[in-house]
């Protein structure tokens, strides 16, 4: 569901970026939520409600509302982590080539329009080391970065977020609703210079825009990710995080589904969780 600005809390001039991200990470908790799909019809954009999936609030039950991108949504909550388990076993050993291959067929995308020879070289890159070449960087390299990164190998604190049309949708546009002062835009951004030219990620049929408004400023159409939106969102994602595993902020845990007990545990929130939630939200 789109988002009601009448839950959005209010923010003023002063605000910080950590007091703009719990706005916004209260927002989506009380904002009432169900899995839909989009169809065009007669030049307006509709949504539809799978009735598979009844209307639920807060981040944990959101979670639990996990679906693939497909035409019939179908509940994909329990499967996730096994799914990607082993792409990231690939990415994070000696076979990222392979690795890459799973993870743009896992995405629904097209590997004809990859190279996957580069793996390697983005992988390295996602890592911050000195990489020769121009390293690609789009809404299908953005998901083997965010998958490498989650190996044992690496903290929690290292791991990145995918950062494609979905996840850039949901955030920038609540940013954009929350914004009605500069100095917001100047808060959140960071050190980096903000452009939503280049944070906001197009999907194959163009930027999410569809019944969504934006205030602020209009979206580019058919923009790509770069890395400099990837790493930005990944550090978006992991202060989200931070604020949903706070006590004081008083929200629940992640619901994380064991496998091997085949049931559903509470756990503290990470990358992969918080991002499933946003990536449902920026439909």
């Known amino acids: 569901m789109l988002p009601n600005i009448n839950n959005a809390p209010k923010l003023t001039d002063r605000s910080s970026r950590t007091e703009i991200l719990k706005a916004l990470v209260d927002w989506i908790q009380k904002d009432e939520f169900a899995v839909g799909r989009k169809n065009k019809k007669n030049k307006r954009i509709e949504y539809n409600w799978s009735p598979i999936f009844p209307t639920v609030k807060g981040w944990n039950e959101r979670i639990k509302q996990f679906s693939y991108a497909k035409a019939v949504p179908a509940p994909a909550f329990e499967n996730i982590r096994s799914d990607i388990a082993p792409i990231i076993k690939n990415l994070s050993s000696q076979n990222p080539e392979l690795g890459a291959m799973q993870t743009i067929v896992w995405g629904g995308l097209q590997k004809k329009h990859y190279k996957f020879s580069l793996a390697k070289s983005v ?125 004081s902020c008083g929200y629940p845990p992640m619901p994380f589904y064991d496998t091997s007990k085949r049931t559903t545990i509470a756990k503290e929130w990470d990358v992969w969780g918080a991002g499933m939630v946003l990536f449902m939200d920026g439909y």
Not at 156 to 164: C, V
Not at 185 to 208: D, P, Q, V
């Open 123 to 247: 992988i390295l890159k996602s890592q911050g080391q000195k990489v020769a070449g121009n390293i690609p960087m789009n809404s299908g390299w953005t998901k083997v970065a965010a998958l490498a990164s989650m190996g044992d190998c690496n903290p929690p604190t290292a791991h990145q977020s995918i950062w494609d049309s979905r996840m850039s949708t949901s955030i920038i546009h609540r940013l954009d609703m929350l914004g009605t002062t500069p100095s917001i835009w100047k808060n959140i951004a960071g050190k980096l210079e903000f452009s939503a030219s280049y944070l906001t990620t197009s999907g194959r049929g163009g930027t999410r825009t569809g019944m969504r408004i934006f205030k602020n400023f209009t979206p580019k159409k058919n923009q790509l990710t770069t890395w400099e939106s990837h790493f930005w969102g990944s550090q978006l994602v992991r202060e989200i995080v931070d604020i949903l595993n706070t006590p």
